[in-house]
């Protein structure tokens, strides 16, 4: 049984690393995970599942091939499942992901930011 | 596709009623459902899946049959499937909740409390 409050800010204190997302909580086969992004990601798509964008602090914006959004803090966003999409943000930004366990940051594109996608914290 | 930016902060704008959840993101089956909570809940649980309570705002209390945890603004919290809970919160708290779709927010219990299930915002 799952008894533990968690504190997004207390967890973000933990690490300093950017594009290395961070598991803190898991719902059935759904985690949600704590990452720090800033500068360009990888073009990529997940072939089996939407993703979910939260903005905790900072500006993200997603980039699709052919138009983007931009989301603040206390947004959200869906990605479709299979639709290509580079996520951006200028400065450090803090991010909830949500998404089923095993995606990978990367799809299948793979590439230097490709992280291990199982990294509890 | 979905390219909508949700913000919580409008969303909340667009209704007062109090524990009468409001969907304003679908990932998979997972829904995301904003919900205003204030006062004592319904004790119940949920026999088939996990739910995921985020504070936007204020504080939360949840109560378990022999303890409780209290979230407030950036914290989250997993209820484990079958585990009776019982919200409760001493001012209005606007909490951001995520679980499969067609959830009840009473699990069996029933009640007056009791919200359609299936309403977007």
Not at 4 to 28: C, G, R, Y
Not at 54 to 69: P, T
Not at 77 to 90: D, I, L, M, S
Request: with cysteine.
């Amino acid at each position: 049984m799952e008894k533990d409050v968690v504190n997004f800010h207390q967890k973000f204190s933990l690490f300093t690393e950017q594009w290395s997302p961070k598991i803190v909580a898991q719902m059935n086969n759904i985690q949600f995970k704590l990452v720090r992004v800033e500068g360009d990601f990888t073009w990529h798509d997940h072939k089996d599942t939407d993703e979910v964008f939260i903005v905790l602090e900072g500006q993200l914006r997603i980039d699709y091939r052919n138009s983007s959004v931009t989301l603040n803090e206390g947004e959200m966003h869906v990605v479709a499942k299979g639709v290509e999409h580079k996520p951006f943000a200028a400065k450090e930004c803090k991010i909830l992901l949500v998404e089923p366990a095993g995606t990978v940051n990367t799809g299948d594109a793979g590439g230097n930011k490709t992280a291990p996608s199982d990294v509890w914290i």
